[in-house]
């Protein structure tokens, strides 16, 4: 498949520990977030949302963490496998518009 | 349940052509939204479509249009195609009547080269 990230920010993690991949986003009037991971030659894949009355929503081995004050968002993998290598995005919505802004997207590369 | 197909998932094109792509949402789904990808970067809207009308657009120029069908499949025509359009081009779609703001679920995209 064809990379979908050849320039962007790259995590390192040694499988089985965690992982923590950060976001900024850009509009203090976003009222849900999303993480999409993207994996080479396939479009993103929906892991774990979150609305903005919320500050931290819990899946299977993800949390994401949102922090309205400094228009911050984080998604933390726990145990980090290697099917987690991916490119992830974090993806913000503005009040109802169902248009979707993405960040710029942070590679995640899992170590053996 | 068949997720969002698009078609072609390659295409080279020269400079100045025209192309359409096309997309069948997911089974169920009435929205559909198209994104560009460049590489190593984040998908951009291009715009939405519901109900058979564009609803929404973003900062791309007239050479970018569109089209649903009755059916809610979509297709993006660009026209007049310059070397920057070459990128990943996906297809999103949603479910919106009733069920409020949810992710989209996207396709694996078309890859337009344009020599």
């Known amino acids: 498949g064809e990379s979908v990230g050849l320039h962007l920010p790259t995590l390192s993690v040694q499988e089985g520990d965690n992982s923590i991949i950060n976001c900024a986003y850009s509009n203090s009037a976003s009222d849900y977030f999303i993480w999409y991971k993207q994996e080479s030659g396939k479009g993103p894949q929906f892991i774990i949302d979150i609305r903005s009355n919320m500050d931290k929503r819990q899946g299977q081995r993800v949390t994401v963490l949102l922090n309205k004050t400094v228009k911050h968002l984080s998604l933390q993998i726990a145990a980090t496998q290697p099917g987690d290598s991916a490119v992830y995005f974090c993806?913000?919505?503005?009040?109802?518009?169902?248009?979707?802004?993405f960040g710029t997207g942070t590679r995640l590369k899992v170590l053996a | 349940d068949a997720g969002v197909t698009q078609s072609p998932t390659h295409l080279i094109k020269t400079r100045g052509q025209q192309v359409t792509l096309r997309c069948s949402p997911k089974?169920?789904?009435?929205?559909v939204s198209w994104y560009q990808q460049a590489l190593g970067q984040g998908p951009q809207f291009i715009f939405q479509y519901y109900e058979e009308e564009e609803r929404q657009r973003g900062n791309f120029p007239d050479r970018f249009s569109g089209h649903q069908f009755p059916n809610y499949s979509s297709e993006l025509n660009v026209n007049a195609l310059l070397l920057g359009d070459s990128a990943l081009y996906l297809c999103?779609?949603?479910?919106?009547?009733?069920?409020?703001?949810?992710?989209?679920?996207f396709g694996s995209g078309t890859r337009l080269t344009v020599v």
């Open positions: 999103a779609s949603i479910l919106r009547v009733g069920q409020g703001v949810q992710g989209y679920t």
């Open positions: 993806a913000e919505n503005f009040a109802g518009t169902y248009k979707y802004i």
């Open positions: 089974s169920g789904h009435d929205t």
